[in-house]
């Protein structure tokens, strides 16, 4: 059973720097992609960003520039640093991992429990 576990997540002001950890249970480098999730209040998840198990990383628009994911393969660990929060940032953070799981192209999904991240003034 895979467990990914959040931390790092609170309260912070305009402009400030974050960063959240995700810690597997075991090895990264069995899944195709690992990635951060966000669901804002009211509204439905949305990706952040994500990395493959070849090292491509891709963003939401509302993050680039912003925003890093990355990881430390030894610690079996995923980052999102995030940079110059604003308000629209506040959201819980989700961890996610998955692999494809038949020649079909399905994928099963692995996820964390969240973390809280409240970007105000």
């Known amino acids: 059973q895979v467990q990914l576990v959040e931390s790092g997540g609170g309260a912070v002001q305009p402009g400030d720097s974050l960063r959240l950890p995700c810690v597997a249970s075991g090895r990264i480098t069995r899944f195709d992609a690992m990635a951060w999730y966000r669901q804002p209040p009211g509204k439905e998840r949305e990706l952040v960003a994500q990395?493959?198990?070849?090292?491509?990383?891709n963003y939401a628009d509302s993050v680039k520039d912003r925003f890093t994911i990355s990881r430390d393969i030894a610690a079996n660990t995923l980052y999102l640093q995030m940079n110059r929060v604003k308000p629209e940032d506040t959201a819980v953070y989700y961890c996610?991992?998955?692999?494809?799981?038949?020649?079909?192209?399905?994928?099963?999904?692995?996820w964390g429990q969240g973390t809280q991240v409240i970007v105000s003034s």
């Open positions: 990395l493959s198990s070849g090292g491509r990383s």
């Open positions: 996610n991992a998955w692999k494809v799981v038949n020649v079909e192209g399905a994928r099963f999904d692995h």
